[in-house]
């Protein structure tokens, strides 16, 4: 069957497809606004004409390289082309600013090709194994991730963290604005229509990402500072291509992003966003200099985005197994499939007449995930030159692309005036030592931990809420996995300081790893 | 660096192309789009449509069912106008925002029509939480296009019931069972067919609020639901595989696609119809020797055998109605779940 897939993937309009797919994901994804989800979205009716292979490759492509495209911009501008790009924006832009923006271009798009390709091979071979997981997770297990996640904004606080949590709890407030999920009620709408849908994710991200920075760098100018770069770093140096030491210790981050960015992925609803964010926490808390993340580590680029790229293999095996799209993309997928008679199911991979189809995408997934990485490490050495141009000429043409970008997402003026807003809100915000990403973190995990929460009243109202928690190992080990990461850093403060106070040789020893 | 200025300020003007392609200029896509060389009937006495472009609108966002559905048509649509027909996503508040930008900021001049839908658009003016402004009797009705009736199915490796009088009698002896929809109140047509059934079988059910089918569809395999309430054409691919089995249909004739499922009036004797439908309406105020082009041609594209054939092979059956008998259909609708929710 894998063979007769790769003898379907040498057709020339499954090839025109993979790179067509690959490079226009790419492009697509760099621009804010325009996210992998809308890219196929869009795609779909184009592919009505295609054959089934070909359709959903160009499909399959688009997703993971338009993720891939989303780190470019997000290093380079601060401006995350996708929502699962935020977490890499910080470091890469502060790489950017040292002039080392080459080197974290490579990084992310080196991560991005293995990720995706881990997750691709995922997908192959252990696909039906692990599509059980997905039906694992019920609205407890979903309601305790989304708080888990929510504990992630601990690290994202910067220096300040009262600041930070204050910037999580607006987040939370932002979620609740729409329909009461239970009741249907208009929350915090004052009345407008557009906001029963809650406020849009994208246009608030690039507005308080993007359009914050952008008045920034108009600071800046008028300080009489020209580009991007900070003073002491006015030519770009290095190489895109990692070399082995440099490669070395980001192998334990790329391979434990890929694991969680296949788990998340694999789980529905929660997409590349998600688990960008929870690797680069798990990748933070693992490491010995957390305080290099946010600050230009290459460890945080490569959790980021190895996960991100990860997350779309692992949404696609609950998709093509169970017919349950693993994320909202693979969501906007499951239409695009059943139009080419490629209806979900373990039928799929054993029927002659689909079987074949579905090997050729997986492979084609995989070419894909490869040819990205290749075509981003060609281009990114002219790429990276962005960081060269006059901020002058670089703001307005961000302020161009943010519009556009959050027009786009529903073809709505309204979602351009949240941005406008959300652009005002992340200056003053950062302005005064407030971090904008646990913002946009409670806005994604806000809503899941409500929604599922509520849920779980529903599903426990007979059994009791403590009964059902029990006999759920998952809940209970999520649980304990929550109460380690609210009070571990609490525990090792306490253990430490003992340890100083029995032992003053530790205090000479600690001081010297430093 | 002159070379890079003008290589970003190229990058920028493809970029706005490309976004304006998506954008403002109403061709998110090129499927609806056909040259204007079509040999179909011209209007008489009329130059409409002048070979201008035509807007069918759809609540609902792009890649999704109803856009599909919209999609399809208006490909058609073009092909019998001689013209080009694209498909625009207004989205927001369940298909709401759309419908109340067509009512009060739309020119009636009859280049825009529009997806309506039931339930939502039959029971938005009856949501007690959240009441709409409008509904079916405000727009001019075209016709009926997919009518997809609600089923219900429960998983094959249950312990405790393994067919639809199993299920009964375990319902009645528990009182009460968990289900989940994508909302609790009138405008969900799960929830209603929910209550309908549940009424009538003299029994209680709990139902929890999800994200969709897909949602309910992975309650019910992971144990968290005792059976899962859908819409057929959301539902036979899964039954075909095996991963759960349908009890029953909601409809007064077997479905077409499932016929070897009862409907809950074979099993009863009592009649329950539910379902979610799509059609097509404009705006009243259109005049009238357009209306008559522009619906006859959405008639003869939605009966069009290439197009139903399309949508058979995604499960979905063609229920062309128009005029009385698609007003009065839709009145209907609104009344059984007015009935069910006693508003």
Known sequence: MIAQGLVLLTQPDVIIALVVGTLGGMFIGAMPGLSASMAVALLIPVTFSMSGAAGITLLVAVYTSAIYGGSITACLLHTPGTPASAATAADGFALTKQGKGLKAIGTATICSMIGGTISAFALLFIAPALSQVALKFSSLEYFLIGVFGLTIIGSLAGDNMMKGLLSGCLGLLIGCIGLDIQSSAPRYCFGVLELQSGVQLVPAMIGLFSLSQVMFSIEDVAKGKSTVLDDNAKNLTGSPLLSWPELRPLLPTIAQSSIIGILVGILPGAGGDIGSWISYNTAKNASKHPEEFGHGSYVGIAASETANNAVTGGALIPLLTLGIPGSGVAAIMLGGLMIKGLNPGYKLFTDPVTGPVVYCIIIAFAAANVLMGGCGLLVCKQVVKISTVKMTILAPLIIALSTVGSYAVRQSMFDVYVMLIFGVIGYFMRKYGFATAPVVLAMILGPIAETNFRQTLVITKRTGLLNYFLTRPISICLAILIVVALFSPLLMKIINKKAIASDPNVLADTAHED | ?343
Not at chain 2, 19 to 33: E, I, K, L, Q, R
Not at chain 2, 38 to 44: M, R, V
Not at chain 2, 197 to 212: F, K, P, R, W
């Open chain 2, 1 to 343: 660096m002159k070379k890079v200025i003008s290589l970003v300020a190229a990058l920028a003007l493809a970029l706005s192309l490309v976004s304006c392609g998506s954008t403002p200029s109403p061709s998110s896509s090129g499927a609806g789009s056909t040259p204007p060389n079509s040999s179909a009937p011209q209007p008489t006495g009329s130059s409409y449509p002048n070979g201008k472009n035509i807007v069918l609108y759809c609540g609902y966002s792009a890649g999704g069912s109803s856009d599909t559905l919209c999609r399809l048509t208006a490909a058609k649509v073009g092909e019998i106008l001689g013209t080009t027909c694209t498909v625009e996503n207004v989205t927001g508040a369940s298909g709401w925002v759309l419908w109340n930008q067509m009512m009060e900021s739309t020119t009636p001049d009859g280049y825009s029509f529009f997806l309506i839908n039931s339930p939502n658009v039959t029971t938005g003016k009856y949501d007690v939480d959240n009441p709409m402004k409008y509904d079916q009797n405000d727009f001019e009705l075209i016709c009926n296009h997919v009518t997809d009736s609600n089923c219900m199915a429960i998983r094959v490796d249950d312990s405790r019931f393994s067919d639809w009088d199993s299920f009964v009698a375990y319902w009645k002896q528990e009182g009460t069972l968990i289900t989940s929809a994508s909302g609790l109140n009138i405008t969900s047509d799960d929830a209603t067919a929910d209550y309908l059934m549940s009424n009538d079988l003299g029994v209680e059910v709990d139902i929890i609020a999800s994200g969709g089918s897909s949602d309910n569809i992975t309650f019910l395999l992971n144990e968290t639901t005792d059976y899962v309430m859908g819409n057929v054409s959301e539902m036979v691919s899964a039954h075909n595989e095996g991963q759960y089995k349908i009890l029953c249909v909601f409809a007064e004739e077997r479905d077409p696609n499932l016929p070897d499922v009862p409907t809950y009036e074979e099993l009863t004797g009592h009649k329950i119809i539910g379902c979610s439908s799509r059609g097509y309406a404009m705006l009243k105020d259109i005049p009238d020797d357009i209306k008559q082009v522009l619906s006859d041609a959405i008639k003869q594209a939605v009966q069009d055998p290439e197009l139903i054939q399309q949508l058979m092979d995604i499960y979905t059956t063609t229920d062309y109605r128009d005029g009385q008998d698609y007003t009065d259909y839709l009145n209907e609708i609104t009344d059984t779940a007015r009935a069910a929710f006693g508003l």
